[in-house]
């Protein structure tokens, strides 16, 4: 089968497309015939050897959440899955390719109504959004900053937010990206230097940019806040400590929950967006063999959305 290998750490140029073995469905696995799989900043800091949370002894194939249909089943699985369009996670590697053998208990069921791509899409960055609103109680008259509003998981925090009844604030970076959020009540340029004052005072505040702009959101809570850290897209963790939160009253949320409550949520995510009420914004789609263009797209910042592979 086709595949893109990281045989070393580096630039975008280490991602190489080649052959790799057709995996086998081994007891309790299905294989899946991958249509679409997911790119992530955090796949890109894995691919140039930075500290994250995926682990792998090169030479391997990338890749975590893919998309397609099961077209084969392991000792143990039903074999009226076969066929059957689901999305699922590799637990960090294998993605890049054209087939993936995952464990039955790994997939989620597309529901009819969801295109497959969207699926992808909504996978981990729905399964994330809905669990910070959850786990930051968004409620009716909050005011919620929303960093990088442009971006895949970003786009959803604006919609669900809102969903919850909150006035959303977007940050975005850059007059494309901020043309390029939907949905929120308004929309700030954290490139420009008077953005904090722009965005005004908040009661939520999901930081998906770390650094500087991270530390400078937390600086808007009111007393009784809550802010959510998940993401350094700025290179770095917003400098916050659960000292100067807990001086200010505000509450930091740095985990969303269990493997059972993360299964939860992305079932939910998958059930909103078939319902029409969750919608993703793919932005850029790459073919596989390109999956080196679309990591150095996300590392130059000229993506909006979801990034998928089309394999």
């Given at each position: 089968m086709r595949a893109v290998w990281l045989r070393e750490f580096g630039g975008?140029?280490?991602?190489?497309?080649g052959e790799a073995p057709d995996p086998v469905a081994g007891p309790g696995q299905v294989v899946v015939e991958v249509a679409f799989a997911n790119t992530t900043f955090v796949e890109t800091q894995f691919r140039a050897g930075a500290p994250g949370p995926f682990r792998a002894s090169l030479p391997v194939i990338p890749g975590n959440g893919v998309g397609g249909v099961i077209s084969a089943v392991g000792a143990g699985v039903d074999p009226g899955l076969a066929g059957q369009r689901v999305v699922t996670a590799t637990g960090g590697s294998g993605g890049y390719a054209e087939r993936v053998a995952v464990d039955v208990a790994a997939v989620f069921p597309v529901p009819p109504a969801l295109e497959l791509d969207a699926a992808v899409a909504v996978l981990a960055d729905g399964r994330t959004a809905t669990g910070l609103v959850h786990a930051t109680s968004v409620r009716p008259g909050d005011r919620v900053l929303v960093e990088a509003a442009a971006g895949g998981v970003g786009g959803l925090l604006?919609?669900?937010?809102?969903?919850?009844?909150a006035t959303v604030i977007g940050a975005a970076g850059g007059p494309a990206k901020v043309a390029s959020v939907r949905g929120a009540d308004s929309v700030v340029d954290y490139l420009q230097p008077d953005w904090a004052a722009a965005a005004g005072e908040v009661d939520v505040v999901f930081d998906g940019v770390g650094g500087a702009i991270g530390t400078a959101a937390f600086g808007l809570l009111r007393p009784g806040g809550r802010m959510a850290v998940?993401?350094?897209?700025?290179?770095s963790w917003a400098e916050v400590s659960e000292e100067d939160a807990a001086a200010r009253d505000v509450t930091l949320v740095r985990s969303i929950g269990s493997p059972e409550r993360m299964r939860a949520f992305t079932e939910s995510a998958l059930a909103e967006a078939a319902a029409g009420r969750l919608v993703p914004l793919i932005g850029q789609r790459f073919p596989l063999a390109k999956a080196a263009d679309a990591h150095a797209a996300i590392e130059s910042r000229a993506t909006v959305g979801k990034t998928l592979l089309v394999a």
């Open positions: 975008p140029e280490v991602l190489v497309p604006v919609q669900l937010a809102k969903a919850a009844g998940y993401g350094l897209a700025g290179g």
